[in-house]
C-alpha cells in the first residue's frame, strides 16, 4: 500500500517529532540531574515512611546506603582551622551532599533491620543527636561552617554506630559507649559554640534511654534470644523514638508467624514483608516523577520548539508543496529507523550538544525551522517596481511578513544589537501569525512529550505503508 505524498509528509513530521523528543529528553535528563530530583524524590519519601528526620539521617548514614553514592570518609583535614574562616577558601573545600537516586530494597530492608536492632541503645540515641547537629549545621545557610566541623561529627556518627551494634552490657561494650562520650566531650571543648548542642544531645538520648528501658521491662521482652528477638526489642524502643514509624511496623509484622513456611526464619519473613512495602512506596514514587517528567517533558519541548522554531502547522505545510524535501526526509526517517539503538543515552550529552544534534540531523535540508534577525531596511521590505513595500509584523496583512519587530517595542534601545532588527522565521511567510505559529509550536511541544519510543513505532508501521513491505524474512515466518 502506497499513501504517496500523505505518508511521506507523514513520515516526514514524525522523523522531525521523534529528534525533537530525543533532544527533549537530554534536556529533561540534564535538568533532573542537576536538581537531583530523582534524589530528591526518594529522600522525601524515606521520611515519610520513617516518619521521623533523625532516623531518616540515621539510614542515610548508614554504610550501606552510603556506600551507593560517597566516598570512603577521611580523617579531619590537617588544615590549621584558621584557613576554614574565609568564604573563598571554604568554598573549594565544601563538599556538596550526595544522595542515591536509587535504592534496591534489599539495601533498604538491611540498613533498616540494622538500625531497628540498635535503636534502644544509648550509642544510637547519641548517633541521631549527632547526625542532627551535622544536618542543621549543612541547612543553616547564613552561619558558614567550617568542612572540618561535619568531618568530626560523620566520624563521631561512624564511632557511634560502632558502640551501637556492641551494646549488649559487656565491659567491652560499655567501655565503646565511654570512648564516644568522651569523644563527644572532646569535641565540645575543640569548639565551645557548639558545645551546647552536643550536651543537650547526650542529655536527651541519657533520658530517652532510661525511657526505653522502663518501656522494655514493663512488656517483659526477652533479650538475646534469636535475632528476631532483637527486632522485637528495637520496634518496641521506636515508640519512644518515632510512634508512627512503630506502628507502620507493628501492622507490616503482625501475627508473621501465621504466614512462614517450611525453612522460613521469622527474620526473613519480616524482612520480605518490609521489602514489598518498601517496593510499594517506590511505585508511589515513580508515578509522581512521571507526572513530573511529562508535565517538564511539554514545557522544555515548547521552550525548544519556539527558540529552534519548530512549527508543526507550518512544516506539515511546506513538505505537502515541496515533494523533493519530503522525499529525502522520508529517506533519512527510513535510515534513522537502523541507527536509533545506536544512539546516545539521554542525559549523556550538555543542552548545547543535544541543539547541535538535533540540527545536524536536518543538515542540506531547506526546511522553515529556525530563525533570523532581518534589519528594517533588509531589501525585503522595500517595494518593487510590480508591488508594495512589506512590513515585519506579529499579525501580518497583505504582502506583509510573519515576525517580531523589536523596533516597535523599544526593547531595542537598550540591546544594541536588536536595534532596527525584527525576529523572523528562516523563510519569509506571508500565510502565518503570531497565533497560528504558537499553535504550531504548541502540537510540536505535545508531540515531543510523547517520547522518541512511541513516535519510532508509529514510524515503523507509516515506513511500511508506504510502500516498502516486510521483509522477505518476516513473509517466510523465519
Not at 537530554?26 to 522525601?44: C, G, M, N, V, Y
Not at 542515610?60 to 577558601?89: C, G, M, N, Q
Not at 573545600?93 to 534489599?106: A, C, G, M, V
Not at 548517633?127 to 560523620?154: C, H, M, S, T, Y
Amino acid at each position: 500500500m502506497n499513501l504517496g505524498p500523505i505518508g511521506e509528509v507523514a513520515i516526514g513530521i514524525i522523523f522531525v517529532w521523534i529528534v525533537l523528543s530525543m533532544t527533549t529528553i537530554q534536556f529533561q535528563e540534564w535538568i533532573s540531574t542537576r536538581l537531583d530530583k530523582r534524589a530528591r524524590d526518594l529522600e522525601d519519601a524515606i521520611h515519610e515512611m520513617l516518619a521521623n528526620p533523625n532516623l531518616k539521617a540515621q539510614f542515610y548514614d548508614h554504610p550501606v546506603i552510603r556506600s551507593l553514592t560517597a566516598k570512603k570518609r577521611k580523617e579531619p583535614s590537617r588544615i590549621p582551622p584558621w584557613f576554614y574562616r574565609y568564604p573563598i577558601l571554604r568554598g573549594f573545600t565544601k563538599e556538596k551532599r550526595k544522595l542515591p537516586s536509587y535504592i534496591p530494597s534489599q539495601q533498604f530492608s538491611l540498613a533498616l533491620f540494622d538500625i531497628i536492632r540498635t535503636a534502644g541503645t544509648e550509642s544510637s540515641l547519641i548517633q541521631q543527636g549527632i547526625l542532627k547537629i551535622r544536618d542543621d549545621l549543612q541547612n543553616e545557610e547564613k552561619v558558614p561552617v567550617d568542612q572540618a566541623v561535619i568531618i568530626e561529627l560523620n566520624l563521631l556518627s561512624d564511632l557511634a554506630r560502632g558502640a551501637a551494634a556492641t551494646e549488649a552490657g559487656t565491659a567491652f561494650t560499655r567501655n565503646s559507649l565511654a570512648l564516644l562520650k568522651k569523644k563527644a566531650e572532646e569535641f565540645s571543648l575543640k569548639y565551645p559554640n557548639l558545645s551546647p548542642l552536643m550536651e543537650a544531645a547526650l542529655d536527651e538520648a541519657k533520658s530517652r534511654k532510661a525511657d526505653i528501658n522502663n518501656l522494655l521491662k514493663n512488656r517483659k521482652i526477652p533479650k538475646g534470644k534469636d535475632p528476631f528477638t532483637d527486632v522485637e526489642r528495637g520496634i518496641a524502643a521506636l515508640s519512644v523514638i518515632s510512634p508512627e514509624f512503630n506502628q507502620t511496623l507493628n501492622a507490616l509484622l503482625l501475627n508473621i508467624e501465621e504466614y512462614i513456611t517450611g525453612g522460613e526464619t521469622k527474620l526473613a519473613k519480616a524482612r520480605q514483608s518490609v521489602e514489598k512495602w518498601f517496593d510499594d512506596s517506590m511505585d508511589r514514587v515513580s508515578g509522581v516523577f512521571k507526572r513530573y517528567s511529562q508535565t517538564m517533558a511539554l514545557i522544555i519541548g515548547f521552550v525548544i520548539a519556539l527558540i529552534v522554531n519548530v512549527d508543526s502547522i507550518t512544516l506539515t505545510l511546506y513538505l505537502w508543496r515541496e515533494p523533493s524535501v519530503r522525499d529525502i526526509l522520508a529517506a533519512k526517517a527510513t535510515e534513522f529507523q537502523l541507527d536509533l539503538p545506536n544512539q546516545s543515552l539521554p542525559g549523556q550529552t550538555s543542552p548545547y550538544n543535544a541543539i547541535q544534534d538535533f540540527r545536524d540531523q536536518f543538515s542540506g535540508l531547506n526546511l522553515p525551522i529556525g530563525w533570523t534577525l532581518k534589519d528594517k531596511e533588509d531589501p525585503l521590505f522595500q517595494a518593487s517596481n510590480s508591488s508594495e513595500s512589506s512590513a515585519c509584523k506579529p499579525l501580518p496583512h497583505g504582502n506583509d511578513y510573519f515576525g517580531v519587530p523589536f523596533y516597535d517595542y523599544g526593547i531595542s534601545q537598550n540591546i544594541p544589537f536588536l536595534k532596527n532588527k525584527c525576529l523572523m522565521p528562516t523563510q519569509p511567510d506571508h500565510s502565518t501569525n503570531v497565533f497560528i505559529k504558537l499553535l504550531g509550536i504548541l502540537v510540536t511541544a505535545i508531540a515531543a512529550r510523547q517520547g522518541a519510543p512511541f513516535w519510532f513505532d508509529i514510524l515503523k508501521r507509516a515506513v511500511n505503508l508506504r510502500g516498502t513491505g516486510p521483509s522477505p524474512v518476516e513473509n517466510t515466518g523465519k
